[in-house]
């Protein structure tokens, strides 16, 4: 089975109805971190260190959303970045808002082996990069 991450978000243009019911259920399933608020969208906070660091993963986040051609609503604060998802043609939930959610979810998974790798070689190298 393809991962969520693997997907590329697919356009609506509106016709269909919104995810209920299992199929949200099962898609939910697979982005344990991810809160669906009403049957309607998807939100997660995610906490940084300081608000660079926030605003470059925000940058990443509008990066991939044009790539995607899909765009979630974003809340950036000191140290947060805060994100909401769905599609608006059909005021709920789509099966790209969860490839989405699981696209920014390998961002900040990668972004964060990064930093961990990064810091693990400035302790090998006694503090010098």
Request: overall charge negative; some cysteine.
């Amino acid at each position: 089975m393809t991962s969520l991450a693997d997907k590329t978000c697919v356009p609506c243009k509106g016709g269909i109805p919104p995810l209920r019911g299992t199929a949200l259920a099962d898609l939910h399933r697979q982005l344990a971190d991810w809160t669906v608020v009403n049957e309607h969208h998807l939100t997660r906070a995610y906490k940084f260190p300081d608000f660079r660091s926030a605003l470059a993963f925000v940058n990443k986040v509008g990066e991939l959303a044009d790539e995607q051609g899909h765009h979630p609503d974003i809340l950036l604060g000191w140290g947060k970045a805060e994100i909401t998802i769905w599609t608006h043609t059909v005021d709920g939930l789509t099966e790209s808002d969860f490839i989405l959610a699981a696209k920014i979810d390998r961002l900040r998974d990668f972004d964060k082996a990064l930093r961990e790798d990064r810091e693990e070689r400035i302790r090998r190298s006694g503090g010098m990069e």
